[in-house]
């Protein structure tokens, strides 16, 4: 589901928060600790996330998110631990264990969600570049003309041009 939920959410807030004030507000409520299937169905087109939230939370026995703050926190908290999730499922598959997360693109700029994916991991989590996708591209097309000799090259290129972050738990 990814950011969706949130950008959701937003949308239906009386005031237009900043990303900065919703990372605050989802601060302030980290005692809240329900948490929602962010991959349930009810949440891929709902006429109101926040009532889809709400309602999920009544259906599952846990406490109902009233305020903006509980709201936020249980989706940051949600996702977070649908992200880790995943990182097991991929260890479990691959037969590898992985100490660091690369979260790259538009959702690396999310730090307070960023800070829970290293939390519900236990994993280094390193925040860049945005533009990820481009540069992907651009990288496959410089190693395909031999301008780097391999993707360990390529990688130490993009990581010294370009601002990586390690995620502060």
């Known amino acids: 589901m990814g950011m969706w939920m949130m950008q959701s959410l937003r949308r239906e807030f009386k005031h237009a928060y900043s990303f ?31 009532k889809a939230v709400q309602d999920y939370c009544e259906k599952t026995g846990q406490e ?8 936020l926190y249980c989706i940051y908290k949600s996702l977070a631990k649908c992200y880790a999730q995943t990182v097991a499922e991929i260890e479990e598959v691959t037969g590898k ?3 660091t997360i690369h979260v790259v693109g538009g ?6 969600l960023n800070k829970l994916l290293a939390q519900a991991t ?3 989590v390193f925040a860049g570049p ?15 003309d031999k301008v780097f000799s391999d993707l360990p090259e390529a990688r ?4 010294k041009s370009f601002d990586v972050k390690q995620v502060e738990i």
């Open 20 to 50: 900065e004030e919703l990372y605050q507000l989802a601060h302030i409520g980290r005692y809240f600790t329900s948490v929602v299937d962010v991959n349930d169905a009810s949440f891929l087109a709902p006429d109101s996330m926040i």
């Open 130 to 144: 945005v533009e990820a996708t481009a540069i992907g591209n651009l990288l496959a097309q410089m190693l395909k």
């Open 122 to 124: 236990g994993k280094a």
């Open 97 to 99: 264990q992985y100490d």
């Open 64 to 71: 109902k998110p009233e305020t903006e703050c509980e709201l």
């Open 156 to 159: 130490a290129a993009v990581a």
């Open 107 to 112: 959702g690396c700029q999310d730090r307070f």
